[in-house]
T-cell receptor, first 113, second 114 residues
């Protein structure tokens, strides 16, 4: 499984755009990149997933360069409710034998009023 | 509503006792997972199951046991062999077609050993 590296923590002010980068140098050809958000004492929830270039949904954008060795989660105009831990995962969604999805320590994002 | 339920939300156990955490899903998902989370840490995989009557050890399976007799249920037993069981336990499931890597998580069970 591809190992991921993220910053341990980040701070940002309300209304700013926040970009969290994840490194995954050993990403395999069939791997997708997925981001989860976790609030204290809750289970993580899916935010966004992508394979290459750019993916956007109603809450975030995911930017993946051509070499796919890193990815950036972009949260537009953050609010206090975006304070959470964000996890980057890499894995092959079509390989049901590859179930050992590993969550690293994540990035603890704190939004400042 | 479809989803994953875990019970109880809080659980206290005396040292030397076994305890079973419940996880049920009505999402018709084949794969189910158990994770452990310690304060300030990420999630570590305990066991996972891809199909009924089959399960695999994760990274920290020692001191834990599971069963998968029904598609909807994946209970986790924390045995007395687990030396430091106090933690937050999360159950998740993943579907098949179109679900990619998305896992759906339950609300968690916080286990405290007294």
């Amino acid at each position: 499984l591809a190992k991921t590296t993220q910053p341990i923590s980040m701070d940002s002010y309300e209304g700013q755009e926040v970009n969290i980068t994840c490194s995954h140098n050993n990403i395999a050809t069939n791997d997708y990149i997925t981001w989860y958000q976790q609030f204290p004492s809750q289970g993580p929830r899916f935010i966004i997933q992508g394979y290459k270039t750019k993916v956007t949904n109603e809450v975030a954008s995911l930017f993946i360069p051509a070499d796919r060795k890193s990815s950036t989660l972009s949260l537009p105009r953050v609010s206090l409710s975006d304070t959470a831990v964000y996890y980057c995962l890499v894995g092959d969604p079509t390989n049901f034998g590859n179930e050992k999805l590993t969550f690293g320590t994540g990035t603890r994002l704190t939004i400042i009023p | 509503d479809g989803g994953i339920t875990q019970s109880p939300k809080y659980l206290f156990r005396k040292e030397g006792q076994n305890v079973t955490l419940s996880c049920e899903q009505n999402l018709n998902h084949d794969a189910m997972y158990w994770y452990r989370q310690d304060p300030g840490q990420g999630l570590r995989l305990i066991y996972y199951s891809q199909i009924v009557n089959d399960f695999q050890k994760g990274d920290i399976a020692e001191g834990y046991s599971v069963s998968r007799e029904k598609k909807e249920s994946f209970p986790l037993t924390v045995t007395s062999a687990q030396k430091n069981p106090t933690a937050f336990y999360l159950c998740a499931s993943r579907g098949g077609e179109g679900a990619y890597n998305e896992q759906f998580f339950g609300p968690g069970t916080r286990l405290t050993v007294l």
